[in-house]
């Protein structure tokens, strides 16, 4: 275990009672004072996995230590973690304050230090005016707030959050984002975040985990993770991509090459890649070019053109049968493409990666 | 499987009833197949009793009158509760919770006070033979009101229609308005919504009404006995005179358990035997029924306001007992009847100077505390067990828990009755809180599921992940949450163990309670002191269920607030956002 790492799951498995598997040996470490994102479709397990790590379920196999110590039948009481719930799960019969005292008491925290430190929670996330408020007199971003003063006043080593977010309006959604990045790395304190939205992933973290079907696909920084997907899935979940299957020609100097669409295409290879196989080469359409049709790249022809403000998305049939976007940049005096012109596309040869099958 | 095993906390209910109700019935049973042989019980294996019970035209024909007559105030409740439950929930919205308050009254108004009133109501000299007489309609006061089928009839509605209207009402609190305007939108007129969107949701509620108006009224035997005269006799009194009068425990038993196969087969299996006949009476009609044509849209001028005279008429129906009741506790004259000659306060000072009365009330104060306090916390313990998890014969265990309010009383009673008679076990004012208990733990445990599935199972966790025991959790959070309805259902069970009559009257041996002392009077002669005992326990009542509403009124408001919260943050999260999506087997 690398001395960074605070959290460690070693081929963790789980299912529920009806035998369908929602998590499938799952083994990987999360640093400290990181905000990691578990990221993924409706059913990936990524809930789960966060509710594994507060307690609420149980492991079929494997282990999961927070900070060094083994958390095998540790109750969610006794774990150093905190959560902030999906639908906040704020107590309806206790005020504000006594609502971020509740931890407090539950550690028998003396009642003048406690008060200093649910105040110094409140005045963290602005609500040091709302101490005295009963619950059902909170809009959304408050409540929203008060459960993360909650969770922080207990000093938990790891924030566990839940899709904090997804109940907001989309404007209140960008700000509170900002707010929890701002905390996060405020206090140098290791989020764990839960979201299907990968805006929200792209927007917060340090590093996205990538989830589906139960499994980690990939793990890695925003940016990395949408410039370089390793597979098909991870390329089309986060963003946009077009994707080319075709037989894989030639692998050479990491660059490989596969047949489709009446053309030779290269890309980046991918780990994986053998010559002779299938592959697929992935490019994002805003790494397509559209130029004249005397260009040497796949030829087609534009099926439908939509106006998106600051871009201009062509949809093209390639001459092969094949779709294809590309989103244009909106450039003053240059004229948009009509429906029915005859072009060809291509793109630089790192824009596109070409993942094993 | 740990997830399977039946939770602790439904223990302590589930063995009360198991030796309380459960234990009287099992003895009962095998009484139906001894013997009286020169008044002594023998026990000799037989089954002469239930070819007496069966062959004998006699109880055949009381068989027969009881099914018909439960049937009969079944029916009736559901056709008046439908318009009245409708009309409160589309039409009078502002008057709902009056008009909630009101049937809780009802329901809760002394059982044993209406059925007397109904005396003052149809009798000779009654409220309607009175007033007839005075617009100069009749001469003579008419006398077939009284002591027959219609007056068990009228006054069986009168006492079960609460428990009817209720759980329609609940029901039709669930249809949603917006699917009545998608149905009229979609070209569907007023009495095709009601049919086609208004009775599927409703319908299980209105079976399970009737079913219940139909057991209860078919087996009782305090209606007859006051109102129903010969003509009105029905099984109950048989079966009530066979523990007490003939002291015919065997007979009687054997006649109780017939009357209980009775019921399931009405309640479970006719319904199942002609699902099929009527699907294909209704698939007939639907194809020879003419295509077109206006035949039920003939329009009557004024018939949109049928709720104003449906609900001020219901509610007469519902109250006028009680008032005539009330209003005779203070005549001058010598019997309870109209006209009243003056006002005069005196059969109260006659019934407060009443050693047997002060006796009764002190018994009946002390069961209500006792029966309010231990069915609250049994009730809540047993709900806590049945909300919280999933396990194996959950729908068992349920059933067992809540059988004894659909149980007439007066099989709960005799049952009780054997027992004790059986295990030599002297009638006490024990006794009698023990079939309190019987009585009313269940509806607490209603109240408290109600309650309790209310409560975000969500709020449990974030307790543990800050930090609290599952104890802490259930001191700190859910026992702050659910003490209003806690306090609610104790209220509610005092309410019906202050007028318990039907398996008071049975257990209690000399012991008197306030309605035993309303009986007892009864039976020697009516005077305005009944009237005026009656008042007392109707004033208490009220002032329980009065409490109970205010309480139950304020979790229902914070309920439907929180309601109103999460309706709109899904409906924020409708409008262009992603569902949450929930974490599949949290769910406790």
Same mark, same amino acid.
């Given at each position: 275990?690398?001395?960074?790492a ?17 998590? +499938? ?8 004072? +990181? ?10 397990? +990524? ?6 790590l ?6 079929d ?8 110590e ?53 005045a ?8 005295d ?5 909170l ?31 989309? +404007? ?7 707010e ?62 077009n ?12 660059v ?38 005397e260009?040497?790249?796949l ?6 053109v ?50 094993a099958? | 499987?740990?997830?399977?095993r ?11 009833l ?19 042989s ?24 009381l ?29 009078f919205?502002?008057?709902? &919770? ?17 059925v ?53 009402w ?70 009530? &005179? ?34 099929r ?8 009609w ?33 109250f ?42 002190? &018994? ?55 027992l ?68 609610g ?5 005092a ?15 000399? &012991? ?59 409906s ?17």
């Open positions: 275990m690398s001395e960074h605070i959290i460690r799951f070693e081929g963790v498995s789980h299912n529920y009672d009806d035998d369908t598997v929602v998590l +499938k040996d799952i083994s990987f470490e999360m640093e400290r004072g +990181k905000f990691y994102t578990l990221l993924g479709p409706s059913g990936c397990g +990524k809930t789960t996995l966060l509710r594994i507060a307690g609420f379920e149980q492991p196999t494997g282990t999961v230590a927070i900070g060094g083994d958390m095998r039948r540790r109750p969610p009481e006794r774990r150093p973690v905190n959560m902030v719930f999906q639908r906040y799960a704020l107590f309806p019969h206790r005020t504000v304050l006594e609502n971020v005292l509740f931890g407090l008491e539950s550690a028998r925290v003396k009642s003048a230090e406690a008060r200093e430190r649910a105040q110094q929670a409140l963290m996330c602005r609500l040091q005016d709302h101490g408020r009963r619950i059902e007199q809009s959304g971003g408050q409540a929203q707030r008060v459960a993360v003063a909650r969770a922080l006043v207990n000093r938990p080593r790891v924030l566990l959050l839940d899709e904090p977010l997804a109940a907001l309006d989309l +404007k209140l959604r960008r700000h509170m984002q900002e929890l990045r701002a905390l996060q790395q405020q206090l140098g304190m290791t989020f764990v975040y839960v979201t299907h939205d990968q805006d929200e992933a792209l927007a917060l973290s340090d590093l996205i985990v990538l989830m589906d079907g139960g499994r980690i696909v990939q793990t890695a920084a925003p940016r990395e993770l949408y410039d370089r997907p390793d597979c098909v899935f991870a390329a089309t979940f986060l963003g946009e991509s994707v080319i299957s075709g037989t894989v020609r030639d692998v050479t100097g990491g490989a090459r596969i047949e489709a669409d009446g053309g030779v295409l290269p890309g980046e290879a991918c780990d994986g890649v053998t010559a002779g196989a299938l592959g697929h080469l992935c490019v994002r359409p805003e790494r397509v070019r559209v130029a004249g049709p260009s040497s790249g030829q087609g022809e534009i099926e439908d939509v106006f998106r403000g600051a871009t201009v998305r062509c949809i093209l049939r390639l001459r092969s049968g094949g779709r294809l976007i590309a989103d244009q940049a909106v450039l003053p005096h240059v004229a948009l493409p009509q429906r029915g012109d005859r072009v060809a596309v291509e793109w630089d040869a790192d824009a596109a990666r070409v993942l099958n | 499987m740990h997830r399977l039946i939770p602790v906390q439904v223990a302590p209910l589930g063995s009360l198991a030796v309380a109700c459960a234990l009287p019935l099992a003895i009962l049973f095998v009484y139906s197949f001894w013997q009286l020169n008044f002594v019980i023998v026990h000799d294996w037989t089954l002469a009793n239930y070819r007496a019970g069966l062959l004998d035209g006699y109880y055949l024909r068989f027969a009158r009881s099914l018909g007559t439960g049937a009969a105030v079944g029916a009736i409740a559901v056709i008046l509760a439908y318009p009245f439950a409708y009309a409160a929930r589309f039409r919205t502002r008057w709902r &919770n009056a008009l909630l308050f009101a049937v809780l009254l009802s329901m809760f108004a002394s059982y044993l006070v209406r007397y009133a109904f005396q003052s109501i149809l009798g000779r000299t009654g409220v309607i033979n009175w007033f007839l007489q005075e617009i100069g309609i009749v001469d003579q006061p008419l006398d077939f009101l009284l002591f027959n089928r219609f007056a068990v009839i009228v006054t069986l509605t009168n006492v079960f229609l609460p428990f009817v209207l209720l759980p329609i609940a029901a039709m609190q669930n249809v949603d308005p917006a699917s009545i305007e998608a149905a009229r939108d979609l070209g569907a007129r007023p009495w095709t919504v009601f049919w086609k969107v208004v009775v599927p949701a409703t319908r299980k509620a209105a079976l399970a009404g009737f079913a219940f108006a139909f057991v209860l009224a078919s087996g009782d035997y305090v209606t007859p006995t006051l109102v129903g005269g010969t003509d009105g006799l029905m099984i109950g009194k048989p079966i009530a &005179n066979s523990f007490g009068l003939t002291n015919n425990y065997p007979l009687g038993s054997a006649l109780a358990f017939t009357m209980l196969l009775l019921f399931a087969l009405v309640v479970f299996v006719v319904p199942r035997l002609l699902r006949p009527l699907r294909v009476l209704g698939s007939v639907k194809e020879h029924r003419p295509a077109v044509g206006p035949r039920w849209a003939v329009r009557i001028p004024g018939a949109r306001l049928w709720p104003y005279a449906l609900v001020p008429g219901v509610l007469a129906f519902l006028a007992p009680l008032v005539i009741v009330v209003v005779l506790s203070f005549t001058t004259r010598d019997v309870p009847a109209f006209p009243m000659d003056g006002v005069t306060l005196r059969w109260y000072d006659n019934v407060l100077g009443d050693e047997l009365f002060s006796s009764a009330l002190t &018994n009946s104060i002390k069961l209500a505390v006792f029966t309010g306090v231990a069915a609250a916390v049994l009730g809540t313990l047993a709900a806590i067990g049945l909300t919280r998890r999933e396990f194996a014969l959950k729908p068992a265990v349920e059933a067992f828990l809540l059988v004894p309010i659909a149980l007439p009383g007066l099989i709960t009673g005799v049952a009780m009755l054997t004790y008679t059986w295990a030599q076990i002297p009638l006490s004012m024990l006794t009698i809180a023990v079939g309190h208990l019987v009585f009313a733990t269940p509806f607490v445990v209603l109240v408290m599921m109600a309650r309790l599935r209310d409560v975000d199972p969500l709020l449990a966790e974030a307790g543990r992940d800050l930090g609290a025991t599952p104890l802490g959790v259930f001191r700190r959070v859910t026992l702050p949450l659910i003490a209003p309805a806690i306090a259902g104790a209220l509610v069970a309410a019906l163990s202050l007028d318990e009559f039907i398996i008071t009257n049975f257990v209690s041996g000399s &012991n008197v309670t306030l309605p035993l002392f309303i009986w007892s009077k009864l039976r020697i002669g009516v005077t305005p002191d009944v009237n005026a005992v009656s008042t007392l326990i109707l004033l208490s009542l009220a002032v329980l269920v009065l409490a109970f509403f205010l309480l139950g009124g304020s979790v229902g408001r914070g309920v439907s607030r929180a309601r109103s919260a999460k309706a709109s943050a899904s924020r999260a409708a409008s262009g956002q992603p569902r949450i999506d929930q974490p599949r087997g949290s769910q406790p």
